[in-house]
């Protein structure tokens, strides 16, 4: 478990940060960059769950993404945490139980989806709308950890985790637009 009895330390004021083992990297670093993209990822979600209640339709939404919450801080800890050949201690990784367990709920959502005619521009309800902004900060975030994985090693499930977690907030984001029925559906050429 984590202690925090300080929350300024003044270690970051030089622009530099420190990474899960002690190594100090830049603020700018791809790592830094890749995990803050998921903090960042997961503070949209907490505003998405303003809008999904913990009773009613919303409810096992709300349920999902507060486990999904609490995977972004295991994804967060996976990527500032450096593959090492004999650690210490057992660092903390995404595993694929985590990612199946995504896989498992996107099946189930779609499947009470209406089919798609078209893509689907971000919106209709206000969950669906930030669930939109989530998936698009969480697919920055995959980007970011595919460049990283290009010049570093890192925990290959990471990254499947982020793939498919940007999959599962957009089959969210239209079950909370009553199953797909109030998406807002992109029409080609609408406005020229």
């Known amino acids: 478990m984590v202690t925090l009895t300080r929350i300024?330390?003044?270690?970051?004021?030089?622009?530099?940060?420190?990474l899960v083992g002690g190594r100090r990297v830049a603020k700018h670093d791809l790592r830094v960059e890749?995990?803050?993209?998921?903090d960042e990822a997961n503070a949209v979600i907490g505003l998405a769950r303003l809008h999904t209640a913990p009773s009613g339709v919303g409810g096992d939404?709300?349920?999902m993404l507060g486990r999904i919450q609490n995977d972004l801080f295991d994804l967060g800890a996976d990527l500032a945490t450096p593959e090492e050949r004999e650690?210490?201690?057992?660092?903390?990784?995404?595993?694929?139980?985590?990612?199946e367990r995504l896989e498992r709920e996107i099946d189930a959502m779609n499947?009470?989806?209406?089919?798609?005619n078209s893509f689907v521009l971000p919106g209709g309800s206000a969950a669906a709308a930030h669930l939109h902004h989530a998936r698009t900060v969480v697919r920055r975030?995959?980007?970011?950890?595919?460049?990283?994985?290009?010049?570093?090693?890192?925990?290959p499930e990471a990254l499947k985790y982020a793939n498919r977690l940007s999959d599962h907030l957009f089959v969210l984001a239209r079950r909370m637009n009553d199953d797909g029925?109030?998406?807002?559906?992109?029409?080609?050429?609408?406005?020229?």
Not at 34 to 38: H, L
Not at 181 to 192: C, I, N, S
């Open 8 to 18: 300024y330390t003044r270690g970051g004021d030089a622009g530099q940060t420190s």
């Open 34 to 38: 890749a995990y803050g993209t998921v």
């Open 61 to 63: 939404a709300d349920t």
């Open 87 to 99: 650690p210490k201690y057992p660092p903390l990784r995404v595993t694929a139980a985590q990612v």
């Open 111 to 116: 499947a009470s989806l209406a089919p798609l």
């Open 141 to 155: 975030a995959e980007r970011l950890v595919s460049a990283l994985m290009a010049v570093e090693a890192v925990n």
């Open 181 to 192: 029925k109030d998406d807002v559906l992109w029409v080609p050429g609408a406005h020229r």
